[in-house]
Structure formats: structure tokens, C-alpha cells
């Protein structure tokens, strides 16, 4: 089956700081990599997801990048703000099979 | 709000009870996914139904079960319940069965079990 990990377990930046946060997975079959925010109390919700046949996506502060020789993928935030404060996790999978997810990093922005 | 329902939001209850969660899918979508998150842990899947039958397992215990019935709607059954079954569960739901479908998480439904 596929591992997911994720680092670092917490990271704490600056606002206007950018913040990194990287996955690797084991399963070189694996071909959806999203990332979700889950803010304390709420529900996950998608931010960003990218598949095996691109390398990069973008979406305003938010970007996501998979090498998938190395079997790894991260999320960059750019000029993050205080409400980007919240715990992040990455997941890995493909198609008929069970997604797997990171064990989560917890991200604070301090003013 | 991704459109995915559960009931109830919360829900206290005693060893060794059982209790049964409700998910209701976004319209049109066919595949439901069960997940449960324990107090400052990650997300652990569980189960997956496609259009009324099991998809995929996780790590489900034996004391839980899931089912989806025809109109889509799913239920999770927790039985004989232990200290430690107390967490977040979250249903999400898709449009197919595969893992690059982008999954919607609903509200979730605390389980407090003393």
C-alpha cells in the first residue's frame, strides 16, 4: 500500500514569509497528490491538487510541485497572511484504490 | 459549504453502545468515503462505497460497518464503543470511484464516548 509522509510537523513563519511544506509517497503508481486546509474544528478542504502528468500548479499564493522520480511533492504558500494559519495535510493515491494521507503539518502565521 | 450533510454534529454516548452516523452525498455524486481524525491526529481512511457497494477498505475495526443505500446516502455503524473510538468522522463524497476524484469533506460528527 501506499506511505504518505509529511514535514514538518509544525512550522511557524512570519507574515509576508513564504512557508514549504513536503510529502513523499511510497507507491510509484500513485497519480493524484491534493492538499488539504483544515482549520481547527472545521472540515478539510481542498486548496490545490495536481496529477501525475504536471509538474507544477499555481494558484495565486498557492503553489504545488511533484517530482514524481523522486516521489515527492510540496506546497508553497508565498506572502502568507494570518488566516493561512491552519493545519495542512498532503494525500497521495490512484485511481480504484484508497487515498492515503500525510500526518499533517500545522502551520503558523504570526502577525 | 461543499454541499455534503451529516448528522448528527455531535454525539455522546457510553461504552459498549452503538451508534449510527449519516452522511448525505453532494447531488450527483456516487462515491462516499469514510474517515475518522482522533484529537490532534491526521486523517485515517476507513471505507469507501461506490454506488451502493463497497469500494475500498481501510483501517475499519470490525466492531465498525458502513453502508450506502440506493438513494446514495451513506451510514456508519459503530458498535460496542470504546474510550477510544471518540474523534471527528468525516464522509466526503465524488463524482466516481477513483482516487483522483476531488473529494468534498462534510462538517464531520463528533463522537464523545465516556
Known amino acids: 500500500g501506499e506511505n504518505v509522509e509529511q514535514h514538518p510537523s509544525t512550522l511557524s513563519v512570519q507574515e509576508g514569509d513564504s512557508a514549504v511544506i513536503k510529502c513523499t509517497y511510497s507507491?510509484?503508481?500513485?497519480?493524484?497528490f491534493p492538499w488539504y486546509k483544515q482549520e481547527l474544528g472545521k472540515r478539510p478542504q481542498l486548496i490545490i491538487d495536481?496529477?501525475?502528468?504536471?509538474g507544477e500548479k499555481k494558484d495565486q499564493r498557492i503553489a504545488v510541485t511533484l517530482n514524481k522520480t523522486a516521489k515527492h511533492f510540496s506546497l508553497h504558500i508565498t506572502e502568507t497572511q494570518p488566516e493561512d494559519s491552519a493545519v495542512y495535510f498532503c494525500?497521495?493515491?490512484?485511481?480504484?484504490?484508497?487515498?492515503?494521507f500525510g500526518s499533517g503539518t500545522k502551520l503558523n502565521v504570526k502577525p | 459549504d461543499s454541499g455534503v450533510t451529516q448528522t448528527p454534529k455531535h454525539l455522546i454516548t457510553a461504552t459498549g453502545q452503538r451508534v449510527t452516523l449519516r452522511c448525505s452525498p453532494r447531488?450527483?455524486?456516487?462515491?462516499v468515503y469514510w474517515y475518522q481524525q482522533s484529537l490532534d491526529q491526521g486523517l485515517q481512511f476507513l471505507i469507501q462505497?461506490?454506488?451502493?457497494?463497497?469500494?475500498a477498505k481501510g483501517n475499519i475495526l470490525e466492531r465498525f460497518s458502513a453502508q450506502q443505500f440506493p438513494d446514495l446516502h451513506s451510514e456508519l455503524n459503530l458498535s460496542s464503543l470504546e474510550l477510544g473510538d471518540s474523534a471527528l468522522y468525516f464522509c466526503?463524497?465524488?463524482?466516481?470511484?477513483?482516487?483522483?476524484?476531488?473529494?468534498?469533506f462534510g462538517p464531520g460528527t463528533r463522537l464523545l464516548v465516556l
Open positions: 466526503a463524497s465524488s463524482t466516481q470511484a477513483g482516487a483522483g476524484e476531488t473529494q468534498y
Open positions: 507507491d510509484s503508481a500513485s497519480n493524484y
Open positions: 495536481i496529477r501525475s502528468n504536471v
Open positions: 494525500a497521495a493515491g490512484y485511481n480504484f484504490n484508497k487515498f492515503y
Open positions: 447531488s450527483g455524486d456516487l462515491s
Open positions: 462505497y461506490y454506488n451502493g457497494e463497497e469500494r
